[in-house]
């Protein structure tokens, strides 16, 4: 396993129990559905567009 998948693991695991969008940190309901089939965590994404195109940038699961 690389570090970078650790490591993105580990943040995902971290943003599941808190429960928070791991872009502002605001509480939401809201999550990626790739991290949840890659990375078998919920990673919270609130809805403001903002956001979700910071994660989509980010976001390893979502990668080809």
Do not use: W
């Not at 809805?47 to 080809?64: F, N, Q, S, V």
Request: aromatic fraction near 10%; hydrophobic fraction near 20%.
């Amino acid at each position: 396993m690389s570090d970078s998948y650790a490591e993105e693991k580990r943040c995902c695991v971290v943003c599941d129990y808190k429960k928070l969008c791991h872009v502002c940190g605001e509480h939401t309901r809201f999550a990626c559905s790739d991290c949840q089939i890659n990375f078998k965590a919920t990673v919270y994404v609130c809805e403001k567009p903002k956001c979700r195109d910071e994660h989509e940038r980010k976001c390893y699961g979502a990668k080809p």
